[in-house]
């Protein structure tokens, strides 16, 4: 069992009998998805979006992770993000929009990993603030979703992000984020793809290894600055906190086509 880093060409390989992912099949991570997803199972937008990710140590990932995923590292090291933004517009195939219940502010805790499918995100939580969403995708897609207190303001370039939690504990873990919007990036690294250029969702459902594929035009991306963070969230996940090595960005947002997830590996 084995894999590379994602500076090099991807290669997964499981154990006997199972997919194997290799350098001429793998996804890779570029500015453009690999697929389109053609029937989604619903369409999103992912609005005012901040990515502030830290380093960790890639053994603190793999003790989450379920047997068939392997942290997706950079340089050596993983990675796990904060990204709060503002969901939009929800809606199933030929739809309109939910009405208030589909649009809501939401922050995640993630991280990135490499499974049957290729590179993916993992996540650890994702605090939202209407109950019944949190509900319904508990059950259905089985993710950690939490419903929370949150607010997202806008001051000229500087954005606040503010979470608290209500329910599923710890109640009252909270977030602060003061992100400053800089100057737009036109040719984003290898790095800054890596962070962002992520087309597919990890979930276990049940015993067994799903994934969702995802699909949208490239980000548009803006560098940013981070004035103050105060976050316990990732201490949820079980991570060390956040480190001087912070690597921020900013995001107007894309629209989003979210596939139905399907068994793997």
């Known amino acids: 069992m084995g894999w590379v880093d994602a500076t090099s060409c991807a290669r997964v390989t499981l154990a006997p009998g199972r997919l194997r992912i290799t350098d001429m099949d793998a996804p890779q991570l570029t500015g453009a998805p690999p697929w389109h997803v053609d029937r989604p199972v619903m369409t999103q937008g992912w609005r005012d979006l901040a990515y502030v990710h830290w380093p960790v140590n890639p053994e603190a990932v793999s003790r989450s992770l379920p047997p068939d995923l392997r942290p997706d590292t950079f340089d050596g090291r993983a990675w796990v993000g904060l990204v709060p933004f503002r969901m939009e517009d929800i809606a199933a195939p030929r739809t309109p929009p939910i009405p208030w219940l589909g649009t809501f502010p939401e922050t995640n805790i993630r991280t990135y990993v490499v499974g049957p499918e290729g590179p993916g995100v993992w996540f650890h939580s994702l605090d939202i603030t209407r109950l019944l969403p949190v509900l319904v995708a508990q059950a259905t897609y089985r993710l950690p979703y939490a419903w929370s207190r949150m607010s997202i303001e806008q001051r000229g370039d500087l954005r606040i992000y503010t979470t608290r939690r209500r329910w599923p504990g710890p109640r009252g873990t909270a977030s602060l984020l003061r992100l400053r919007i800089d100057a737009p990036i036109s040719d984003p690294t290898d790095f800054e793809h890596f962070l962002s250029a992520r087309w597919g969702l990890y979930t276990q459902l049940g ?22 963070l105060t976050d316990e969230l990732h201490q949820s996940a079980g991570y060390p906190g956040p480190t001087d090595d912070l690597h921020a960005m900013w995001s107007p947002g894309v629209d989003v086509r979210v596939a139905i997830p399907r068994f793997v590996g």
């Open 207 to 228: 015993t067994r290894l799903a994934f969702a594929r995802v699909s949208h035009e490239p980000w548009p991306l803006h560098r940013a600055t981070v004035i103050d």
